[in-house]
């Protein structure tokens, strides 16, 4: 191999092992605080109908290109992924909030980041909305 | 080759940095204006079945078709099936092979894992009850494809209409079979 073509991939490979470094750190890591992922991961529903919310969960996901992969009434959760071009997998949860309502938390992976913009759940919690045909309160 | 290993070697590396640092894609999570049409070639209601029957006779057509089933929770309708299969086209095996009689290297698409997401849901009427006899069944299908050099060459969700017509085709047969115990 001639010397800029090896320079080259030295460079890739040290901008590879600085960018993205594996390390066990990843495992407790999170960008934000528990309070602000929550505060745009979750939102209320007027429902007490679990097993519904649960099923119009799932539905929305198949709007949205998602196949299943797992899904269990008694816990609450329902575990997708999206693949096109890219993988994103996404969980989420339904429990009762109250007596009155059902709390849909979704917490989204994107190759092999966590996403934590606010957008795309606004996105996902547009799109559950209407399936639903519920308003999504936000809660704190 | 020592030629082609420099570009590719630079190229894949970079693909893994595009890959690992990117960022979710705007669109990921919006309903997209075709999410309609796409709904109505994966769903089929069938009518005359309870909603386990249905899913005891889906559950034959994807063994029927090869699949294994790695989930499954009948309280919420869902089964979750794959198969790992061959990917080769004796297109791409052709263009590899001109490849090396000019001396180069093309990985060709080697395998395919298909994954199958298949979800029944009671049919409610327009008085807002639901029909216990009545069910909307819908399934997705997506595949991730590697090829010879173990590289993920494909990363996509299957929507060409002729595989889901044939699915519910099957499947009419099947949901015949369990309705008459056969």
Not at chain 1, 4 to 23: E, K, M, N, Y
Not at chain 1, 122 to 132: I, T
Not at chain 2, 12 to 36: F, N
Request: glycine content about 6%; aromatic content about 6%; charged content about 25%.
């Amino acid at each position: 191999m001639n010397s800029p073509a090896r320079d080259f991939v030295v460079a890739c490979c040290l901008i590879a092992i600085a960018g993205c470094a594996p390390s066990t750190k990843a495992v407790m890591e999170t960008s934000q605080s528990a309070v602000a992922l929550r505060s745009f991961q979750q939102r209320a529903f007027d429902t007490t109908d679990r097993e519904k919310t649960l099923r119009t969960v799932i539905a929305t996901l198949q709007d949205l290109s998602f196949v299943v992969d797992k899904a269990d009434l008694d816990l609450g959760t329902i575990s997708a992924t999206k693949l096109s071009g890219y993988l994103l997998r996404i969980t989420v949860t339904v429990r009762p909030r109250g007596t009155t309502q059902m709390l849909v938390r979704a917490n989204a992976q994107y190759m092999d980041k966590s996403v934590e913009d606010p957008k795309p759940y606004q996105d996902f919690f547009v799109a559950l909305e209407k399936s639903m045909f519920l308003t999504a309160h936000e809660v704190d | 080759m020592p030629r082609t290993w420099t570009v590719t070697a630079p190229v894949a590396l970079g693909m893994l940095l595009l890959g690992g640092c990117g960022t979710i894609p705007k669109d990921a999570l919006v309903l997209s204006p075709d999410s309609l049409e796409r709904r109505q070639l994966q769903t089929r209601r069938i009518d005359g079945i309870g909603e386990k029957d249905l899913l005891n006779a889906a559950a034959g057509v994807l063994q029927d078709l090869g699949f294994n089933i790695d989930e499954s929770e009948t309280k919420l309708g869902v089964i979750v099936a794959s198969k790992d299969r061959s990917a080769v086209t004796a297109t791409q095996v052709a263009g590899a092979v001109a490849m090396a009689l000019l001396g180069a290297y093309m990985p060709v698409d080697k395998t395919q894992k298909i994954r199958v997401s298949l979800v029944t849901r009671p049919f409610v009427g327009s008085d807002g009850s639901v029909r216990p006899d009545s069910q909307y069944l819908r399934i997705t299908i997506q595949r991730i494809v590697r090829n010879t050099a173990d590289q993920v060459t494909r990363i996509e969700s299957i929507e060409e209409p002729l595989i889901y017509q044939e699915f519910f085709e099957k499947l009419s047969k099947s949901v015949f079979l369990e309705v008459q115990q056969i």
